[in-house]
């Protein structure tokens, strides 16, 4: 995978770690993994298009919430879901 630039809001990534138990530092290796699955949301209402990425961290399969803003990755949210890794699983 070519070098990748990731950012965040600060507060939002303390309000996922708390929520999800995730930090967006650690969301980030999700795009490490060859075998990622990357999907658009089709229900986010926005004019941005926002996407998942599904991808193998430390033994689970954890999901990110992101879009594309020019060369940047921005990161919304992560978190270990079952429907995430059913949609990796279903992949690979």
Excluded at 4 to 15: G, H
Excluded at 35 to 53: M, Q
Excluded at 79 to 87: N, P
Aim: a positive charge; one cysteine or more; hydrophobic letters at 35%.
């Amino acid at each position: 995978m070519a070098k990748a630039r990731f950012e965040w809001d600060p507060k939002r990534d303390q309000e996922n770690q708390k929520k999800h138990g995730v930090s967006f530092a650690k969301a980030q290796f999700a795009f490490a993994d060859p075998n990622r699955v990357i999907a658009e949301d089709l229900s986010h209402g926005s004019s941005e298009k926002r996407y998942y990425c599904f991808g193998r961290v430390e033994g689970g399969v954890l999901t990110v919430r992101f879009t594309y803003r020019g060369d940047v990755i921005r990161i919304f949210g992560a978190g270990y879901w079952r429907k995430g890794k059913r949609i990796y699983e279903q992949e690979h």
